[in-house]
């Protein structure tokens, strides 16, 4: 194989170059050579079974029926775990920190009910939690089953969606408007939210003692938008593994989802239900 030799240095050029500037004593035709035999041998054995075994396991079977493709979803192992009430005080997330290359997509509100959204949920398979607010789903609620049985959960983002509601309100103020919510979740869907959403996104110390006493358990904010058919960083200007990201059931929900896919996709981030890996689904 007279041909390998540059491919080999040109391999150490990018995954050895540290290790064989350290070996001094070896010309670099040793380096390459104890450097690659494990490298092509083990792929080279290993590639007629392993790969095969790994995608019989991973891959869903091909189904002909549109109804049967629904994909089989990764799941991943939890290497965060949710900080503890402490003080009377739910804590607060803006994103997870994980090594996964996992995405968490929320939608609030619930304006804006369109079959489209719907199928779009469906087709792309996202599950997402849903922050919806009691007085903006009342003239529907049952709109939001299908996302529902689909694998999306139904959490809390108040009764009246009122955006001042941390200067305004005094604490007990805030628990009615929260715990009211709860239990129109409850009664509309058969579930207590886990999780508080503030309208507008500001919180304070008084919000977070109210969300704890209502049974909640940590106020989520957010570290990325899908928002007039683009996407909005907080940091950088990509997705990166473990951002939560905000949308809303408004009239431009395709765009914003597209948005969102085509920024989830570059990234090679699996979409993940954030109830799911926090344990509180
Ligand atoms: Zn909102």
């Not at 009377?88 to 369109?114: C, Q, R, S, W, Y």
């Not at 049952?142 to 983002?157: C, D, R, T, W, Y």
Request: with cysteine.
């Amino acid at each position: 194989m007279p041909f390998s030799l540059p491919s080999r240095r040109a391999l150490l050029g990018v995954v050895g170059a540290s290790v064989v500037a350290g070996l001094t004593a070896c010309t670099p035709a040793e380096g390459a050579e104890s450097t690659t035999t494990a490298l092509p041998p083990s792929a080279a054995v290993g590639s007629p079974e392993a790969p095969a075994a790994t995608a019989a396991t991973v891959t869903p079977t091909p189904t002909p029926t549109l109804a049967a493709t629904k994909r089989i979803r990764r799941s991943f192992i939890p290497d965060y775990q949710l900080p503890p009430i402490v003080g009377g005080l739910a804590p607060v997330i803006t994103k997870i920190p994980t090594k996964h290359p996992i995405v968490f997509l929320t939608i609030d509100d619930g304006n804006i009910k369109t079959p489209e959204s719907v199928k779009l949920m469906a087709e792309y398979d996202y599950p997402a939690s849903l922050f919806l607010t009691r007085n903006t789903i009342a003239d529907n609620p049952a709109f939001f089953n299908a996302f529902k049985a689909q694998g999306s959960l139904v959490e809390n983002h108040t009764v009246t969606h009122n955006i001042n509601m941390v200067r305004q309100w005094g604490y007990q103020q805030q628990l009615d408007d929260i715990v009211g919510m709860q239990e129109y979740a409850v009664q509309q869907y058969g579930r207590k939210p886990t999780l508080f959403r503030p309208p507008g996104g500001a919180y304070s110390n008084a919000m977070r003692q109210a969300v704890a006493a209502a049974g909640l358990k940590a106020v989520v904010t957010w570290e990325a938008k899908a928002n007039a058919g683009k996407m909005d960083y907080q940091v950088g200007n990509s997705l990166r593994p473990g951002d939560i990201v905000l949308m809303h059931f408004r009239a431009e929900f395709a765009a914003d989802l597209a948005a969102f896919r085509a920024a989830q996709l570059a990234a090679g981030l699996e979409v993940v239900l954030l109830e799911d890996f926090l344990g509180v689904a």
